[in-house]
């Protein structure tokens, strides 16, 4: 017979903080409890759950801020991998993988999580690309990838960031 739990922490497929869920009891006693993600819920402790998610609700829009400020400067950032390429062919030596591109975006001072970035395939000709980045609930930015031949003339804008993960000075004008 399942027993009923408040969360104190989110827990991955049962729920949020301050959610009264149904569990085995044999969970309940032997892992929510005691490692303080739960407790029971009782006519006492259903009280407390306001205060739960009143903090629950804090922490939500304190993420949901942090992600849309985290969005606006990761759609104005363009990152620029140079990858070895044969003479006028569209292909390219190597490929750019979500691994690469969050270690770029580390190196720009951004730490994302390589799972959040959605790149199906790793990125293996010459171009321009649109990545999407998740970061929450809804909540997505779009990144602005450039792969280009060592020959190819830089943009003077952009931050140069090399396969290898060497930044290069920006180009300088003429």
Known sequence: ?????ILKTKIEGLGSEAD?????PGYARN??????????????????????????AEREAKE??????????LGKLKLVFILEGGEGQEKSFGSITNQDIAN??????????RKKIDLPKPIKDLGEYE?????????????????????????PNAEVIDAKGGKKPKAKKA
């Open 104 to 113: 770029k975006l580390k190196d720009a001072g951004h730490d994302i999580d």
């Open 64 to 73: 949901m801020n942090e992600a849309q400020e985290l969005a606006g400067k």
């Open 20 to 24: 009264i869920v149904s569990v085995k």
């Open 131 to 155: 990545v999407i980045v998740k970061l929450g609930s809804d909540i997505q930015a779009k990144l602005t990838i450039t792969v280009n031949h060592p020959a190819a003339k830089e943009d």
């Open 31 to 56: 892992f929510l409890i005691p490692k303080d993600f739960a407790s029971p819920a009782t006519l006492a402790t259903k009280r407390q759950v306001e205060e739960l998610r009143r903090k629950r």
């Open 1 to 5: 017979m399942p027993v009923e739990v």
